[in-house]
């Protein structure tokens, strides 16, 4: 066996489950003092899904690794963890993550859930990249799945027209990368993370189990993410750039967390990116928080819009604040 440090997480495989039921603009606007126009212009959302009682975190989670797992051609017995960014879980415990294990018939992988709301994915594509290469385990699925629609206030306009629910995954393996093939050769390159505690109460859910009010619902200062938003996502871009001696020239595809057009065309001005080379799914999707990076993966990579060889730069912002980036080589 090769070294650790030859090691690299290479993603093999993707997969999504969206619910069935699909809400437009114009329908939300029958329940919701708004209107598709003021949604379409603030946010460029033209519709989400929202999930059936039984459509869970778990349930879709479970859809949308099978799925990934199949693009992998990798047997669920022989995964070693997953790992599931979610801040709407079916349980406090257990895990999101052992229900999902359970489902698939995982049985040899362990697993937890992450809690960094919207950067959820992105942070567990670090965890998984830091356990691969140390050689803990030689394939994880790390999968983004929310239900926005149970934790949403629709007595608050300013917030309810912007989420969605869904699920998406990816799977990471473990692959030795000869040492003159570690520019050229597919894998993650790097993953940047950050938070800043400090800002907590921009964007919050308001309720949880460890509380006596059990009531939860979405809180936002919409203004303040998005004045923060542009600025932390560009500068977490550009820190993957340079620890990576590139620009954004080279960039083949930014896969950005799908929160608000506004902010993604922000970002990606300030990267001097053409807007074919941004990924955008928020007008079907609305924001589907942790799972909005791999459904957006997904939708370009069965596309054939990222293909392989591609250098993808994803970035999410979200509660915490948290944020970070990962850069992958497909
Ligand atoms: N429909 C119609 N009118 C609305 C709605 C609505 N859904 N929501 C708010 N308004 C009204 C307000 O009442 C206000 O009216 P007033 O001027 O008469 O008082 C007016 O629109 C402007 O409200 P603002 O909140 O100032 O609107 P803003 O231009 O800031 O847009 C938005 C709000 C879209 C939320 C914006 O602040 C934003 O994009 N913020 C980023 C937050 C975000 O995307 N968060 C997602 C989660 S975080 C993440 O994932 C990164």
Redesign the pocket.
């Known amino acids: 066996m090769s070294e650790p440090s030859s090691r690299r997480a290479v993603l093999t495989g993707t997969g999504i489950y969206l619910p069935e039921k699909i809400v437009t603009n114009a329908e939300l606007a029958e329940r ?4 598709d126009e ?2 379409t212009e ?2 460029g959302i033209k519709q989400r899904h929202f999930a059936a009682p039984h459509e869970t975190a778990s349930f879709m989670g479970a859809a949308a690794g099978r799925a990934a797992l199949e693009a992998a051609g990798l047997a669920p017995e022989a995964l070693g963890a997953i790992i599931v960014g979610t801040s709407t879980p079916d349980n406090a415990f257990p895990s999101t993550a052992v229900h999902i294990q359970a489902a698939l018939g995982a049985n040899k992988a362990f697993g937890f859930d992450l809690a960094a ?2 950067s959820g994915f992105i942070y567990g594509i670090s965890v998984a990249d830091a356990m691969l290469r140390a050689g803990q385990v030689d394939s994880v699925l790390v999968i983004g799945s929310e239900v926005y629609s149970r934790i949403l206030n629709f007595e608050d ?3 309810c ?2 989420f969605g629910d869904g699920a998406g995954a990816v799977v990471l393996q473990a692959r030795d990368v000869a040492p003159e093939d570690t520019k050229s050769g597919a894998g993650v390159l790097s993953t940047h993370l950050h938070a800043d505690g400090r800002l907590a109460d921009i ?1 919050y859910v308001d309720g949880a189990t460890g509380r006596r009010d059990m009531s939860a619902h979405l809180v ?1 200062n ?2 303040e ?2 004045r923060h ?1 542009v600025s932390l996502l560009a500068g977490a871009v550009t820190e993957a750039l340079t620890a990576n001696g590139l620009t954004a020239a080279d960039i083949d595809f930014l896969v950005p ?1 799908q ?2 057009k ?2 993604i065309d922000g970002v990606g001005k300030k990267l001097g990116l053409a807007p074919e080379r941004v990924v955008v799914t928020v007008d079907k999707h609305a ?1 589907t ?1 942790a799972a909005s990076i791999p459904l957006a993966l997904h939708e370009a990579i069965t596309d054939g819009r990222i293909k392989p060889g591609h250098l993808v730069l994803l970035e999410a ?3 915490g604040l948290t944020w970070g980036s990962a850069l992958i080589r497909l």
């Open positions: 919701v003092d708004t209107s003021w949604i603030r946010t709301a919207c306009r300013g917030t027209v912007l964007l936002m919409g203004r993410v998005f938003a967390h929160a608000n506004r902010i924001n928080s912002l979200g509660g």
